[in-house]
């Protein structure tokens, strides 16, 4: 008589299942990585890297001036360039392996898409002003392109990276009007001091 | 807007929930910090020297009262900091991650790796 009437239904619906264990676990880590990111500023610069990169740049500026000849400067500062971007690669994965963070998530990917343009340029102009005998200008250039890439990549990051790009290219700028004689100590301030004090900044605000 | 509201409903339902049962090895769970808005709050401030009270609020998404409750659970814990200022004649507020914070959060990734590798183990 009554399923004539109307059908019979709970007013309220079945609980759901409950989730598994380790289903739950990994929606907490996925809902933990996503809000890291979509927080944006996570830095994967690398402050102890930073250090480092500093530390072995002014023992290639001390190395470097005590070289003869311009092809074996410039090799002493082609050596540290490939040392500092192996150590910065180690020291970022690193810093982002202890933040649980993927290196190469959407600001991780946004950093190096903002930072490769200037290094592949910086890459050409070198090999060309080498080629052409311009070596007074490399310091110069060096040091404007990189502060180039880490400011436009800094948008990406914490505040403190941005400014250091800034620093970068005021020391660039000032190495292209500077006297020879200056231009190694530019290169130390700049790839070595520059990269140690930040370094320092950033490993004691944001680790690593 | 239900999401946003129903936190606290959601929070008493895991209370007794599977994540209660211990796995051998796992650290204890922070009941603390497993609840979802309080979770994000200490992910975000985690990435971030600090935030305003503003920036959280539409970083998760959610509202002002939802919001203030549960990192108020956090600064009652000592897991963020609180400073209260004025910006004009406009209040502003905001959050930084404490050393037991961070702790905290560290400790809770550990349990949720612990858990899904004891899982997997099976």
């Not at chain 1, 930073?50 to 500062?77: C, D, E, H, K, Y």
Request: hydrophobic content about 50%; charged content about 20%; proline content about 5%.
């Amino acid at each position: 008589m009554i399923q004539e009437v109307a059908s019979i239904r709970p007013i309220r619906p079945a609980a759901p299942e409950p989730m598994e264990l380790h289903a739950h676990a990994l929606d907490s880590l996925t809902y933990i990585r996503r809000t890291m990111e979509r927080a944006g500023s996570f830095t994967a610069v690398p402050g102890v890297g930073g250090v480092l990169m500093g530390a072995t740049a002014m023992a290639a500026a001390w190395i470097a001036a005590s070289q003869p000849g311009t092809a074996r400067w410039f090799a002493v500062w082609l050596g540290e360039a490939v040392l500092a971007l192996l150590i910065g690669m180690v020291a970022a994965a690193r810093k982002s392996a202890h933040f649980r963070v993927p290196l190469f998530s959407a600001p991780g990917r946004k950093f190096v898409a903002a930072f490769l343009p200037s290094m592949c340029a910086g890459a050409l102009l070198t090999a060309v002003l080498f080629e052409e005998g311009v070596i007074r200008v490399l310091p110069g250039v060096w040091l404007l392109l990189y502060g180039a890439g880490v400011m436009a990549a800094g948008a990406a990051s914490v505040r403190v990276v941005p400014l250091m790009g800034a620093c970068f290219m005021a020391t660039g700028a000032a190495a292209l009007f500077a006297p020879p004689a200056w231009q190694n100590g530019l290169l130390a301030a700049g790839f070595g001091g520059l990269h140690i004090l930040f370094g320092v900044i950033i490993s004691v605000k944001y680790g690593g | 807007m239900a999401d946003k509201t129903s936190s606290a409903r959601r929070e008493r339902k895991l209370q007794p929930g599977p994540l209660a049962t211990p796995v051998a090895g796992a650290p204890k769970l922070d009941r603390l910090i497993h609840e979802r808005l309080r979770l994000g709050i200490l992910s975000a401030l985690s990435v971030n020297e600090s935030l305003t009270f503003n920036e959280l609020k539409k970083m998760l998404d959610t509202t002002d009262g939802n919001l203030s409750v549960h990192a108020r659970k956090l600064e009652e814990a000592g897991y963020v900091g609180c400073t209260k200022s004025f910006e004009g004649r406009v209040p502003r507020t905001d959050y930084r991650l404490t050393a037991a914070g961070k702790r905290a959060l560290e400790r809770y990734l550990d349990h949720m790796e612990a858990l899904i590798r004891a899982m997997r183990e099976k």
